[in-house]
Every structure is written in structure tokens, then in C-alpha cells.
């Protein structure tokens, strides 16, 4: 059977990128990391197969992906969503959450998580 979360092969990719986080990924870590947040336990920097998510919940199989103004670029938004598929496809869903969000108003920002991990923590309850 093919493993397809955290690949031995993508170890110094994933260590790489934790050691070099940007000023946003730093504030969005504080905020998520130890369970901060609604008790939630993400991973930074989790690969499925080749791709790396800034931050991942395995309990809820959200991602979490800050993006700076790179991602504005035609060619990175087409990969973005080429990318995003690809990982929805294993029932991964997504947060976008931009730079300047985190930057202006990342209070605002932590509440979209907080709702996600809301509902579908109503989602579970309800379906019981």
C-alpha cells in the first residue's frame, strides 16, 4: 500500500519550511499550536504525497494554507487550485487565509477557524 500523509521522502522539505516559516505562518502557529485552539491538534508543514500544507488538523482534515502575494501570480493560483483538488480528493477541506488578513486583523482571521471547527463539531454531534 502507497503511503500518502508525512512521505519519509518529503522530511527535509517539510523541516525545512517549519525553520524558515514567514511572519504570518509564525503568528498562525502561536495561535494553533498546544491545542490553543478549541482543543484541535494541527501539524505544521504535513505533506500528502508531493504537496505540503502549512497546517493541518488530522481530527478534522482541515487545512489550513496562508498565502502571501505570490499566490496572486496567474501561474501560482492555477497550481494552487490544481493542488487543492488533488488534496479534497482524500476529504481534506481548506481555509485560505491571506497575509494582509493575519497582518490586519487576525482576530478576524482565527474566527474563520474557530467557526470550521465549530460546525463540524456540530456536524458530529448531530449526526450521532
Not at 81 to 110: P, S, T, V
Request: charged share 40%; glycine share 4%; net charge positive.
Amino acid at each position: 500500500m502507497t503511503r500518502h500523509f508525512n512521505r519519509p521522502s518529503e522530511k527535509e522539505k517539510r523541516r525545512y519550511l517549519r525553520r524558515n516559516q514567514t511572519p504570518a505562518e509564525k503568528i498562525v502557529w502561536m495561535y494553533l499550536r498546544n491545542r490553543r485552539t478549541k482543543g484541535a491538534k494541527f501539524r505544521r508543514q504535513y505533506s500528502v504525497d508531493q504537496y505540503i500544507i502549512d497546517f493541518y488538523s488530522p481530527q478534522y482534515k482541515l487545512a489550513i494554507e496562508i498565502d502571501g502575494s505570490i499566490h496572486d501570480a496567474t501561474d501560482h493560483i492555477l497550481y494552487d487550485l490544481e493542488r487543492q483538488k488533488y488534496l479534497e480528493y482524500y476529504g481534506i477541506k481548506f481555509i485560505r487565509i491571506k497575509n494582509e488578513e493575519i497582518f490586519k486583523n487576525a482576530d478576524k482571521a482565527f474566527k474563520k477557524i474557530e467557526a470550521f471547527l465549530d460546525e463540524s463539531e456540530q456536524k458530529k454531534s448531530g449526526s450521532k
